[in-house]
């Protein structure tokens, strides 16, 4: 289904006006174009038995998890980033992990909120893909996948698995380091930058979670791949610990807040 | 009591020399020389109880509390920052708060350990006025004490209570501030240049915490007045909320971690 927006009209809306349409199920899609300028967030929803232990799992492992926003439980509206959103209904699109099993990618998880729950929001690079498009870097995300990596997350309690990565591919591999660097509250400086192989992703043209239909377009003689941590590792963690309850948001539909990317520069 | 080692010998130290003669008890003084180059660190003991609550209260206020490294309940040793070290007994001086009063200032923690004790390692100026120190900047601490301001921090739970800060004096103001912005694991830029009396600051030269007998020595005409957030936070937080049982560090008796400061560099 095609979306009933363009790329300029979401560019263009606020983060308000963005999550209404999403809330009234008007938009299911990936936010990559969605409201310029202000940061998306992962979202990572679990039982208040298991937030201490999650939360000491995003602060041993920051470059995956740069934690923007925890909710007290129950309460469905992150305080800090964005106190009039509603985190069951504004993101395009969800997963809900049970036993370390994928069971539903609803619109909308209304029906699964109990008062019990705690939301994570975790700080996501399509944040400072914006700044490198607005300076022309020659920088593309793989925005069809994320990859598994043979790396190993620092484990907490309950909380282990690998890291998954997000790939690019940039003729100038120079500024990305510099502008993400900048932004340790969207996964900071690359994990790694050359060879796939090096970290465990055996073809590149293979994401280990897909989606979009679309394959990624070739590397050209001039790319180099380069690879950041990404927050799609609470869920390879959910599944890799067999975790009990988690919603997440489904893959590149993110959680818009109401800050501003620049707001979250270290320098 | 003097010291028996001079200024240079401790600079000199490493982080595990250092520690050795802590733990044997025969250092009981300030960190503000000890271990040349290596990041020094806050310290907040609490019952795992209250530990999801409080590292809320840290990811809510990461400018006095950045967090280094979590415990396990009742493991004494910082896996991340030091695995070696012991924290009940390698801090010069601790201080032991029960229900929103100081009760105890020993140097030794290990009768009051207990099997739920969550330990919280925060990052420490001390590592960034090393590093102005070897610029030469024209900057220096207050060592004498700490300020309560009339800064609120941001609730957790039953963690709230005003911000504490370091007080500095500074010809050059500008590398201060991009110095310490570097470095958001030991509290990042100041919150507040020039006039004390705007973040709640009385009389400069009398601390709410004093950690020596020496006064301040006076501004100097050149001289303008800067603030950092400071890891005695959560103390003020105990007194302030009451808090069942906390230990912390003595101020300006730090912990010695094995981790450069340079590590922690965010750019």
Redo the contacts between chains.
């Keep these: 289904m095609e979306s009933k927006f363009s790329s300029e009209e979401l560019s263009a809306m606020s983060p308000k006006e963005f999550r209404a349409i999403v809330r009234r199920g008007e938009y299911t899609r990936t936010t990559a174009d969605a409201c310029c300028g202000y940061a998306q967030a992962d979202l990572v929803v679990i039982p208040e038995e298991m937030?201490?232990e999650f939360?000491?799992f995003c602060?041993?492992n920051p470059r995956p998890c740069p934690?923007l926003d925890?909710t007290e439980a129950g309460d469905p509206h992150p305080r800090?980033v964005a106190p009039e959103a509603d985190l069951r209904t504004d993101v395009p699109k969800y997963r809900v992990y049970k036993d370390g099993k994928l069971v539903d990618e609803p619109s909308d998880v209304t029906s699964y909120w109990r008062d019990d729950l705690v939301s994570f929001v975790i700080g996501c690079s399509f944040s400072f893909v914006w700044l490198l498009r607005a300076e022309n870097v020659k920088f593309r995300p793989h925005e069809t996948g994320v990859y598994a990596t043979n790396i190993n997350c620092?484990p907490a309690g309950r909380f282990h698995g690998r890291l998954a990565v997000s790939g690019h591919f940039a003729q100038d591999t120079v500024r990305p380091v510099?502008v993400s660097?900048?932004y340790?509250a969207f996964h900071?400086p690359p994990v790694h930058i050359g060879d796939p192989a090096i970290i465990g992703i055996k073809d590149i043209y293979k994401p280990n979670y897909s989606t979009s239909p679309e394959p990624v377009e070739p590397q050209k003689p001039d790319e180099v791949p380069m690879f950041w941590a990404c927050g799609v590792t609470p869920q390879v963690v959910a599944l890799d610990s067999k975790i009990p309850f988690m919603i997440t948001h489904y893959p590149a539909h993110m959680f818009v807040t109401d800050r501003r990317i620049e707001e979250f520069a270290?320098?």
């Design positions: 937030a201490f939360l000491l602060l041993r934690v925890v800090l620092v510099q660097s900048r340790p900071g270290c320098l």
